[in-house]
């Protein structure tokens, strides 16, 4: 496997910590709230209903909803590309930021359940449709509850590092 596909800290064999995993099922949620921010900011900007002289981009809920989306994902993307910058530059740093994964993880799936959340909002019912890809996001986003760590898990350990338990 190429050096540049590894997971950071991966050795190689597949031998990479355990606590760095939650990187890859936060990218994935990532991913699917990206989609899903792409779709909706699409559509706002084509949307054209009869009553309106311009495209529902340009009202202002719409734009809050959409900024919503923006700020939900700068604050997961931060907090995971934080993590894996600190994990892969001060290895010995390690034991002392493990826990920001779980965070990272935490703020990846259940953003991108409110991301998916707010661009139904901005798509409305449209989006329902099993023909659009926002009815699949949306389900999907739901999914990443279930990989570990478990919210309450997350929680229990980012208390705990905070509480220096």
Not at 2 to 19: N, S, V
Not at 52 to 63: M, V
Not at 79 to 106: C, N
């Amino acid at each position: 496997m190429p050096d540049g596909a590894r997971l950071p800290g991966e050795e190689g064999g597949g031998k990479g910590d355990p606590r760095a995993w939650a990187v890859v099922v936060s990218a994935v949620y990532l991913g699917v709230a990206a989609a899903a921010r792409d779709y909706a900011v699409c559509y706002a900007r084509e949307r054209r209903p009869s009553g309106l002289p311009g495209p529902i981009a340009e009202l202002q809920t719409i734009q809050g909803r959409v900024a919503e989306i923006e700020l939900t994902l700068l604050q997961a993307r931060a907090v995971l590309y934080g993590a894996a910058e600190t994990w892969v530059e001060r290895p010995a740093e390690r034991d002392a930021i493990a826990w920001q994964f779980a965070a990272g993880k935490y703020l990846a799936t259940n953003g991108a359940i409110r991301v998916t959340d707010l661009a139904l909002r901005v798509v409305g019912a449209a989006g329902l449709a099993r023909s659009a890809p926002l009815e699949r996001y949306f389900r999907d986003a739901r999914a990443g509850l279930g990989h570990p760590p478990a919210d309450d898990a997350a929680l229990t350990l980012i208390g705990k590092a905070a509480l220096g338990l």
